[in-house]
T-cell receptor, first 112, second 115 residues
Framework: KNQVEQSPQSLIILEGKNCTLQ??????????LRWYKQDTGRGPVSLTI?????NTKSNGRYTATLDADTKQSSLHITASQLSDSASYIC???????????FGTGTRLTVIP | DSGVTQTPKHLITATGQRVTLRCSPR?????VYWYQQSLDQGLQFLIQ???????AKGNILERFSAQQFPDLHSELNLSSLELGDSALYFC??????????????FGSGTRLTVV
């Protein structure tokens, strides 16, 4: 069964600290994996796109990793800011199909 | 502004009623996708249209239907509404039938509250 699981479900960190969010998937065949940031009541916004051959990709303070062998991805946030408070959603896309599989997200709260 | 426009932003209606949600895709995008996000739940794929034709169906109830018009805007119709239909409904668009080079772009959503 194609699934995407994220952990932790929620996370509270102090401003300026780093954190890492995890995504494990069983989707096959694999096309690519995306991390989205979703502010409360808003639509998801793409942060990174990881293809099969990419291990690490950075977007500012966000760094995503992908291990296609173990089917795991992580999103590392450096020097967190209050504006990082949001849900972070991992999405895995199947090859050759229009199927997107969404994780339920990690809700990150950054406190001063 | 993502370029995907959804209206209305908020909708409150009573059980048993029917509502229509509207989505205008980003300029140049031919595919439109509809998703439902219930409270504290992940995004659930409902249905996809490409250039006016239905191309993929997810967990969409029979009480729900959608269409895409010649100008490529799409409408999601929800009928015989139940309390459990209260959710955020997102529309996303992409250039091609599958995932375009630029990927999927989401609108800001319509928050539906059924009372």
């Amino acid at each position: 069964k194609n699934q995407v699981e994220q952990s932790p479900q929620s996370l509270i960190i102090l401003e300026g600290k780093n954190c890492t969010l995890q995504c494990n998937y069983t989707v096959s065949p694999f096309s690519n994996l995306r991390w989205y940031k979703q502010d409360t009541g808003r639509g998801p916004v793409s942060l990174t796109i990881m293809t099969f051959s990419e291990n690490t990709k950075s977007n500012g303070r966000y760094t995503a990793t992908l291990d296609a062998d173990t089917k795991q991805s992580s999103l590392h946030i450096t020097a967190s800011q209050l504006s990082d408070s949001a849900s972070y959603i991992c999405v895995v896309i199947q090859t050759g199909a229009n199927n997107l599989f969404f994780g339920t997200g990690t809700r990150l709260t950054v406190i001063p | 502004d993502s370029g995907v426009t959804q209206t209305p932003k908020h909708l409150i209606t009573a059980t048993g009623q029917r509502v229509t949600l509207r989505c205008s895709p980003r300029s140049g995008d031919l595919s439109v996708y509809w998703y439902q996000q219930s409270l504290d739940q992940g995004l659930q794929f409902l249905i996809q249209y490409y250039n006016g034709e239905e191309r993929a169906k997810g967990n969409i109830l029979e009480r729900f239907s959608a269409q895409q018009f010649p100008d490529l805007h799409s409408e999601l119709n929800l009928s015989s509404l139940e309390l459990g239909d209260s959710a955020l409904y997102f529309c996303a668009s992409s250039v091609s039938l599958g995932e375009g080079a630029e990927g999927y772009t989401f609108g800001s959503g319509t928050r539906l509250t059924v009372v």
